[in-house]
């Protein structure tokens, strides 16, 4: 009976302890911090996991290092950033001169890219195939004609200006878009890079 006991609580307990692994394993365990909303200035965020809002999907996970600011802006957007700007007019100035947003698309992947080249205050240029978090897009330089470019029929929270870099992504089946800005361009793209790594996109 004694040894019966044993090992239904050894079985027991390895059950229990294997539930505790799974949030931290698809991160969202008690260390990864959800974050915040802020519609004016983003706040800094300190080190460590963050996951988007509930209502942001695909969820996305991420993890950041020091002095980076950011905020999820509305359901289908968010932003991180990092780097001084001098006085800052905007949410976007506020994030830094290294600059991540992420937007939720409604059209799907491949219509998203046929509308985005097909822009004319805009040259999309060769796109080139990259993986984020373990799933497929592709990405573009693409060269603005004038102060910026909006992108009608793609996503109405975001404007592209010159020398950033466009990341379509297709997780599963939901379209995403990373616009990264980096002001001077040859400065920190290491840290972008970094911050992509860490993206995931759990269930």
Wanted: proline fraction near 10%; glycine fraction near 12%; include cysteine.
């Amino acid at each position: 009976m004694n040894s019966l006991f044993h090992r239904v609580a050894v079985t027991v307990g390895a059950a229990l302890l294997a539930l505790l692994a799974v949030p931290t394993a698809l991160g969202v365990g008690p260390e990864v911090r959800t974050l915040p909303t802020d519609f004016i200035r983003p706040p800094r965020l300190e080190p460590g996991t963050y996951q988007t809002r509930p209502a942001f999907v695909p969820r996305t996970t991420f993890t950041l290092g020091e002095g980076w600011y950011g905020a999820q802006e509305t359901h289908s957007a968010w932003c991180v950033g990092k780097g001084s700007y001098p006085t800052p007019a905007s949410f976007r100035e506020a994030l830094g001169r290294i600059r991540i947003c992420v937007f939720r698309l409604g059209p799907r992947y491949s219509t998203a890219i046929s509308r985005f080249k097909a822009l004319t205050t805009l040259t999309a240029g060769p796109s080139m195939p990259i993986r984020v978090g373990g799933y497929p897009g592709v990405s573009f330089h693409a060269a603005v004609h004038g102060k910026r470019s909006l992108l009608p029929g793609i996503t109405p929270f975001f404007d592209l200006l010159p020398g950033g870099e466009q990341i379509f992504l297709n997780v599963r089946g939901k379209a995403v878009l990373l616009g990264i800005e980096i002001s001077p361009r040859t400065h920190g793209e290491a840290a972008v890079r970094g911050v992509l790594r860490t993206m995931r996109f759990p269930p």
